[in-house]
């Protein structure tokens, strides 16, 4: 446990999992809502909601993020990774020419939570250009920084005079371009296998009620910003760590090549199954590479509680930092080393204290998209192993050198991609 302000800790123990974020009879630790909205001109979204709003919100999300959903947001999906590979196959210059993926991994996992929050794309792979929207997240990423310090800090009336009076221009800009999307949305006037479907319904049989606008629009906005920028982290990870590491790209590869014959059979369904290592590699690079660089604060509840042998006062803000305690050497073996065998049960990592390992958080707040985002980059990644070979160039080798607010400012990620030869016998 480790103090990281006057009244803030940090536990870097697998047990503040459980004390922190789980289910609780008498209602989980609640938000810091200092950090989550910062300011009272924020209007409330899934991340900020308190309890009650909370539940009720989620239930409204549950219809998109359903198995029946997914099932048909495939061919949604699909298609955009189609398009991604077309475009791959078109600039990779038979493997001569480096190309910048992380370009690429944002252009695709942007476009496709567009369509499924929106209904239509940024067009960013049509173009193989940033829409201005999706140019401009870096900067809302370091203003939501500021003001996120500045709430924790007690300065809230502060953050309402900045808000006020238009100084985040690059915030301010997002949220009236999310605002003529989701009205766009709304007037489509079908129901539509997306993610917001169950926030724009009227009255729900079970009497959820409505939601305002300033809801709808801003949890729309937590839902793109979680689902392209922390998607696209996770596959530029991946894919470094894969072409740094030659042993565990070798057995990825075998894995998949091993079991597809062709791009077509690589589908949302087909790559949940029967494809371990490449569960474990996404699995690593989340541990070694967690695209959220802070924790999810929660306050101590009323009386105080004692963790670990150490009393903690009411209204203590405590938290777990993914980074700290996924490369903390008690929990882990050699833990700077990228070795996706210690999630499939290698006797050699034996000690691993796996469930410290909760890359979607935990409790009634995890990640709602869980399940759709790793679906995602699993076919993403399935189809560039299947297609091409792949290698670091000399100016990515050190990629992993970067800034991080709430999430990684990303360098470019140069990648070399020689097609694959389907003749070849090494397949």
């Known amino acids: 446990m480790i103090r990281i302000a006057p009244d803030e800790v940090s536990l870097m123990d697998p047990v503040a999992w459980k004390e922190f974020y789980a289910y609780k009879p008498g209602g989980e630790f609640p938000h810091h809502l200092g950090h989550y909205r910062p300011s009272t ?22 219809f998109g993020f359903s198995d029946r959903m997914m099932r048909a947001q495939e061919p949604i999906i699909g298609s955009y990774v189609d398009l991604l590979m077309r475009r791959l196959n078109e600039k990779c210059d038979n493997g001569n020419t480096p190309v910048n993926m992380r370009d690429w991994y944002s ?46 800090s007690g300065y809230k009336w502060l953050n ?24 766009r949305r709304i007037n489509l006037g079908i129901e539509r296998p997306d993610l917001i479907e169950g926030l724009i319904r009227a009255k729900t049989e079970d009497d959820l009620g409505e939601l305002s606008f300033g809801e ?9 910003l979680a689902g392209s920028v922390n998607n696209g982290s996770l596959l530029c990870g991946v894919t470094y760590f894969l072409a740094m590491n030659p042993e565990p790209l070798k057995k990825l590869i075998e894995e998949v090549r091993g079991r597809f014959t062709s791009q077509e059979e690589i589908t949302l369904t087909s790559v949940n199954t029967d494809l371990p290592y490449m569960l474990a590699c996404l699995n690593e690079a989340l541990r070694l590479y967690p695209p959220v660089g802070g924790a999810f ?33 008690t929990l882990w073996t050699d833990p700077e080393r990228f070795a996706p065998e210690r999630f499939i049960g290698d006797p050699r990592y034996t000690n691993d204290k796996l469930k410290a390992f909760q890359p ?55 990648i070399y991609l020689k097609p694959v030869s389907r003749n070849s016998e090494d397949l």
């Open 160 to 183: 309402d005079l900045i808000i006020n009076w238009g100084f985040m221009t690059s915030r301010r800009h997002q949220m009236q371009y999310t605002t003529e999307k989701v009205k």
């Open 297 to 329: 604060p929660r306050l101590v509840p009323k009386g105080g509680v004692t963790i670990c042998d150490k009393y903690l006062p009411q209204d203590t803000v405590v938290g777990v930092f993914h980074y700290a305690m996924y490369h903390d050497p």
């Open 360 to 414: 979607f958080s935990a409790g009634p707040r995890d990640c709602i998209g869980k399940n759709l985002a790793y679906a995602e980059m699993r076919l993403i990644l399935a189809k560039i192993i299947f297609s091409f070979d792949i290698k670091v160039a000399e100016d990515s080798k050190h990629w992993l050198d970067q800034k991080v607010y709430s999430v990684w400012i990303k360098p470019p990620l140069n």
């Open 41 to 62: 001109r924020m209007p409330t979204n899934i991340t900020s909601a308190n309890r009650e709003e909370h539940g009720r919100l989620r239930r409204r999300l549950n």
């Open 216 to 224: 709808i629009v801003s949890t729309a906005s937590v839902l793109v």
């Open 107 to 152: 252009w695709t996992t942007f476009d496709i939570i567009g369509d499924l929050v929106f209904g239509e794309s940024f067009g960013c792979l049509e173009d193989s250009a940033y829409h201005s929207w999706v140019q401009n997240m870096p900067k809302v990423v370091k203003e939501n920084a500021l003001i996120t310090g500045l709430g924790v």
